[in-house]
């Protein structure tokens, strides 16, 4: 049983900074990878940024140079540094486990619990 725990949201004014971390505990088979997404209030959920089982990592178009991934594999542990954020970032930000295909959006089986990120303008 794997259990995911997101951390580091809160509030940020728009230009400004955000690091997010997400931690596995669990085995994680080798076949599958640790994604984020977003969800606004009243919106479905959003893929945001994943680094698939060849280590690349990948974000969406929407937050292309602003937002970065990367992972510390000896302690299970995904980041996502957000940048530049924009009130449209505003959400509630999760990780998730599943599968990252390297061209298409990350199929996920297990959700963490989300940390809220709000970006004030």
């Known amino acids: 049983q794997v259990l995911l725990s997101e951390s580091g949201g809160g509030s940020v004014q728009a230009g400004g900074s955000q690091r997010l971390s997400c931690v596995a505990e669990g085995y994680i088979h080798p076949n599958y990878c640790v994604a984020w997404f977003r969800q606004s209030t009243g919106e479905g959920r959003e893929y945001v940024a994943a680094?698939?089982?060849?280590?690349?990592?990948r974000v969406a178009d929407s937050v292309n140079g602003r937002f970065t991934v990367s992972e510390d594999k000896p302690k299970k542990t995904l980041y996502l540094e957000m940048n530049d954020v924009k009130p449209e970032d505003t959400g509630m930000y999760y990780c998730?486990?599943?599968?990252?295909?390297?061209?298409?959006?990350?199929?996920?089986?297990?959700w963490g619990q989300g940390t809220q990120v709000t970006v004030s303008s």
């Open positions: 680094i698939d089982r060849q280590g690349r990592p």
């Open positions: 998730g486990l599943g599968i990252c295909p390297p061209t298409t959006i990350p199929s996920i089986v297990k």
